[in-house]
């Protein structure tokens, strides 16, 4: 069965949300509850979990786009296997953007966990290795 994902509910005072970074890719596993995306927006950061478990089948919003309450982000296959899934055109990009420092570092690397979305975007756009930027004088943490 397909599912849509789509963008939850944002709070009453926020128009729109811009999708930050995507978790999984076409093809990839993933498990109820597992974070498949973070918006952004000028006051929160939102994650957005898998409904269920499955395969990722189709992303429809890239990262960087501006969405809204509702919107279709992406559709999984519920109860698929990631063998089983098929792979998406653009999956060459998305393995390329798996090995920048960005997505390194959402896997569990040193700084995992220290960059706030905004700059893990940054990071990823300018293929970045977070471990090389030194902070400025007094801003070490």
Known sequence: MTTEIRVPQLPESIADATLVAWHKQPGDAIRRDENLAD???????????APANG??????VPSGAVVTSGQVLALIEEGATAAAAPKAAGTAAAAAAAKTPAAADSDGGKDAGKLSPSVRRLVEENHLDPSAIRPRDGMAG
Do not use: A
């Open 39 to 49: 918006l952004e927006t000028d006051k929160v950061v939102l994650e957005v979990p």
């Open 55 to 60: 395969v990722v089948r189709e992303i429809r």
